[in-house]
């Protein structure tokens, strides 16, 4: 099975046809937040692959999911199938490695370089799977690593609680926090393409030039979102959460257009900009 990038909602709906007994949070302590570069995430999970079956000699990645950086989730070994995850507690394990050094500098059994934060989407995209898992399965089949029998590690690093990951956990609200819906500066995505088309549909394109919409959420989209939020009574806080993309698509029902024929909207958008150029020049 190839791996696959998914996001937190699309994850939760393929979970939804397993049962777990556990779940293990590991962070992968190598590769760090440094080796990320909001691109290569099948890479990393190669690599993480390769070492497992070629230096540990295990018949495939042990993990089912890495979680990369910007809450994204990779797949790995198959949901059905056992992980190589904790001793002694891997039957009906679904185990995630969070790609990361969570140890606090100076900590950690055998490492003193740790520096990462669980922080931000990877933050919110671990909590709203702890929330799902604890609401189907119980928080205490929740575990660290460091947790299991005769473990000498501190995985998933110092610097996390779990007590106080769990709390959040449990308090976390998606939709709000999570950023798999809210889109922000430094997004790169197929959403973020829909949010500029739907400016530009919404005739704030001019704001959004020389780019248009190129897919990558950057000072002249916040302009532009900003600019909406204003001019439709919303908070203006530059980022597209719930209550703006409900707004976004208000209007573009009232307007007629529908998620179907975006290609056509935004090609008749273009023609008037490039149309109003022409005469600006
Ligand atoms: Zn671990």
Redesign the pocket.
Known sequence: MADKILNTEELLIILKKYRYKQLHI??TWKPTHKDFNGRNHLRLQQGMRNYHVNTRGWKDIGHHLALMPDGKWVTGRPFNQTPASIKGWNTGALAIEMVGNFDTPGTGAYNSSGHDKLEGKQEESMLALIQYYGKRFGYSGVKF?REGPGVA?T??GTSLNKIKLLTEAKAFKPGKGDSNMALRRGDKDLGITNLQLNLIMLGYGSIMEPYGADGSFGPATETALKAFQKNNGLAVDGVAGPATQAKISELLKKAGGSSTDYKKLYDDAKAKLDAIKKIVV
Do not use: E, V
């Open positions: 590991h962070h690593h590690k995985c998933p």
